[in-house]
């Protein structure tokens, strides 16, 4: 029998595993707690489970961890960006940022991304799979166990690694339901944002689900044509907004619109009114993300008085704007350059 990986289950299926094999429901509680709280390797560390159950858990699945491969420490900030390998070989990005004393862990949702954004070096890199939820915690769970969160500190996770998390439907579901969950990491809607390309049937789907987390839409763009031009496998902008409204509406929250400052493409005084205009009175929040260049791309970041004149023409009706001084700038932290310059060596 193939073994299963268990951080690959979700919070009802190890419950059903449970029951399947004739023990209890509290059973599966421990065992989460074993794998998410204490971060156990193995079965036989999960002390209070009876050894018989240990042995048969060995016999049906397996703990999996990421190998660390490389990690850069930013010069300017305290950010620091990871390289992790999964068991089959699959290269996973992973950024710990810090400010204000909050700690942040940016994680991928999957290895690569297929949508191929003209500003993103991950989406230059091509799609390689999607992560499966397990992958997606030990990336949480790399953190946690290397001590470079500290104990009994909440911290927040953003979706805004490599991939697209609304691509990975079911193992996003499976990863949010465990950091969610009081057994497993304990975190709210207020501690975790998926950050997406804006899929709108998708974000329908999620809001009528009661996984908790926050949604933030990479809007880039004012009109179709120039979203299209940096974004080609984006979706049209008014039925993306119109779902990112419906969410809204479900949770009784705001979403957060983000928009990346690249100089002559989508920072002009016309796209600030138009963004504006998008964006006042709705349910939004709006986050300004000043271009991060990389080697081989020919975008540029627009000079710092042309981003002050876009949020100066903003203010005014805009909803709450912030401006995200991008950390780790000098490590490339923006999205998949760790990955790009590993695969570009061989
Ligand atoms: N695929 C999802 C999540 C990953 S990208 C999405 O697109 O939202 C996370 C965020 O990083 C997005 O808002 C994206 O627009 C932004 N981003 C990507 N490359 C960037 C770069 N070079 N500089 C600044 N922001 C970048
Ligand atoms: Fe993919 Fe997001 Fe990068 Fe676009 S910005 S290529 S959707 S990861």
Redesign the pocket.
Known sequence: MEKRIIKDLSADELAAAMAAMGEERHRAVQILKWLYQKGAASFAEMTNLPRDLRERLDERFVVTAPRLVESIRSGADASQKFLLETADGALVETVLMEADGHRTICVS?QAG?A?G?S????GEGGFERDLASGEILDQVLFFKKSGYLPPRRRFNIV???????LLNMRNLAAAIGILNLEAGFGLGEKRITV???GIPDRIRELAATDLRFSL???L?ATTDESRRRLMPGSRDLGDTLAAAREFARARRARVTL?Y?LIAGENDSDEDAGRLAALSSGGPFKLNL??????DG?E?RRPGEDRIERFIGLLLPTAPAVTVRR?QGRDIGA??GQLRCRRLSRG
């Open positions: 949702s991304c949508l954004c500003f993103c070096r991950t979706f805004m690694g490599m991939g697209e998390p950050s997406t390309v933030a839409v990479s880039n983000e990346v993300i000043p271009f991060n260049e990389w791309c975008h991008s923006a999205c």
